[in-house]
């Protein structure tokens, strides 16, 4: 069997496990969001007046984070030690991380759909009540691949080189997504850049996307490197 024929079936292994943990994990996210919005509103004042699309945004960002870090220590193992080379680990790993950001970024915008057919008040958008759908759509689907690719840069980072090296590659992960939530979040004070100070001023939606690609396309790459020829762990 040529290795080329394990990227599909490693795209979709990966896919499948990641989707099933996602729609978990989006059911459990509208049910925080209901009851903070309807039964704890009158407690916490307007802060969740925004839309379920605006209010998943950081949750999926970290749930995308986790998973990036899970897909080194829970896969990589298992698949080379079944014959599958490192690249086609990479590439479908990429593949699938790809369409999961795509998946859950469908998920999250059809709940918010439906929530606001049946919503009585006004809503707040992502980046406030002048952003377009399509800066939503974008900034949501482009800053969770993102940050699926920082927790796979760590996990990388964290299972070749061990402790030390692994926490160069988390000060390398903020900092990767410090600059592309700068990209898109110019109006937001997210934890990120409260954390690094990093504030961009705004910018056209064309540059927010073409910068954002090829930030996502040098992570890849570093991914790439740092496992082209890891130490498989056998234990």
């Keep these: 069997m040529k290795s080329i024929s394990n990227i599909p079936k490693i795209t ?24 903070l919005r309807y039964f704890l509103g009158h407690e916490i004042g307007n802060e969740f007046q925004q839309n379920f699309f605006s209010f998943a945004y950081q949750p999926s960002k970290i749930y995308m984070l986790i998973m990036g870090i899970l897909s080194v220590f829970a896969f990589l193992t298992f698949y080379i030690r079944h014959g599958v080379t490192r690249k086609d680990y990479f590439i479908g790993t ?9 998946t859950l970024l469908i998920i999250m915008g059809g709940m918010a759909a439906v929530h606001q057919m049946f919503a009585t008040t006004d809503t707040i958008m992502l980046f406030g009540e002048d952003t377009s759908w399509l800066t939503a759509v ?6 969770v691949f993102m940050y699926y690719i920082a927790g796979w840069l760590i996990g990388a980072g964290f299972y070749r080189l061990g402790g030390l090296g692994g926490t160069a590659f988390i000060l390398l992960a903020i900092g990767f997504v410090a600059m592309v939530d700068n990209l898109w ?30 930030l996502i396309g040098l992570a890849l790459w570093i991914v790439r490197v740092s496992t082209k020829r890891i130490v498989i762990k056998m234990k």
């Design 12 to 35: 979709l292994d990966m896919y499948w496990f990641n989707m099933r943990s996602a729609l978990w994990f989006s059911i459990s996210v509208f049910i925080v969001y209901i009851s």
């Design 94 to 102: 990429a593949l699938s991380s790809l369409g999961i950001s795509i």
């Design 138 to 143: 974008l900034a949501f689907g482009l800053n």
């Design 185 to 214: 979040e110019y109006e937001l004070g997210t934890p990120v850049k409260i954390l690094t100070g990093i504030n961009l001023d705004e910018m056209p939606l064309y540059i927010s996307f073409i910068g954002t690609l090829l």
